[in-house]
C-alpha cells in the first residue's frame, strides 16, 4: 500500500544518493539526481519536471540571497585590490611584540577579511597568501604556520555580516539576523582567542 510505496521511494533516494557519492559526483549533483529518480517514481514524468522546476525557481527566487553573489564578488575585488596587505598591517599593529605575532596578525586578519567577504577560502588564500610565506621567512615552522591559517580562515564565516546566518534565516523562515549576527560576533571573537591563545602557547614554546 501506500506504506510500502513510501519506503519504496526513501530506498531508492537513499541507495541513489550513496551510488553517485561512491563514484565521486559532486554533492549537489548527487542530491539532484537522486531528487529526481524519487520523484519519477512517485509522480510522472511531466508533472514531476513541472513541479520540480517550480520548486527551484521559487527557492532562489529570495530577496536576501543576492546578497551572497555581491559577498563573493567583494572578496574578489578586495583580493585583486591588495587591501589583503592592508588589513595585515592593520592587524599587526595589535599583534605588534607578542611571541607569534606574525601568527596572531594572521588570525585577526582572517577574521577581518572573511567578515567582509564572508569566505574562507578567500580569506585563507589572501590573507595566509601574504603571511605564511612572511612567517616562514622569519624563521617560523611552515606546518605551524600553514595551521594557524586553517584554523582561522573559517572564523569569518562566523563573524557578521555572513552569509551562512543570511541563508539560515531563509531556510529556517525568518529568524532574526540581527540576533544571529550579534550571536556571531561573540562566537567569532571567542574563537579567534582560542586560537591567538594557543599560537602564543605555541610560539613560546618553541
Do not use: C, H
Request: charged share 5%; net charge neutral; proline share 4%.
Amino acid at each position: 500500500g501506500e506504506n510500502e510505496m513510501e519506503l519504496q521511494a526513501g530506498l531508492i533516494l537513499l541507495v541513489v544518493f550513496m551510488i553517485l557519492l561512491v563514484l565521486g559526483m559532486p554533492i549537489a549533483i548527487s542530491i539532484a539526481a537522486s531528487s529526481m529518480a524519487t520523484l519519477l517514481l512517485v509522480i510522472p514524468f511531466d508533472i514531476a519536471v513541472f513541479s520540480s522546476a517550480q520548486k527551484m525557481v521559487g527557492s532562489i527566487n529570495s530577496f536576501s540571497l543576492v546578497a551572497i553573489p555581491f559577498f563573493v564578488l567583494s572578496g574578489i575585488i578586495m583580493n585583486n585590490g591588495g587591501i589583503a596587505q592592508k588589513l595585515v598591517d592593520f592587524a599587526m599593529l595589535f599583534a605588534g611584540r607578542i611571541p607569534g605575532a606574525l601568527a596572531i596578525t594572521n588570525v585577526i586578519g582572517n577574521a577581518l577579511f572573511g567578515s567582509i567577504s564572508s569566505s574562507a577560502i578567500a580569506a585563507s588564500t589572501a590573507i595566509g597568501g601574504v603571511l605564511v610565506p612572511q612567517q616562514v621567512k622569519e624563521g617560523y615552522d611552515p606546518e605551524y604556520a600553514a595551521s594557524v591559517n586553517i584554523a582561522s580562515a573559517p572564523t569569518g564565516m562566523v563573524v557578521p555580516p555572513s552569509t551562512a546566518f543570511i541563508m539560515f534565516s531563509t531556510i529556517a523562515g525568518g529568524a532574526s539576523i540581527s540576533s544571529l549576527f550579534l550571536g556571531g560576533y561573540v562566537v567569532g571573537i571567542l574563537w579567534s582567542l582560542g586560537i591567538i591563545a594557543v599560537a602564543i602557547f605555541l610560539a613560546k614554546k618553541r
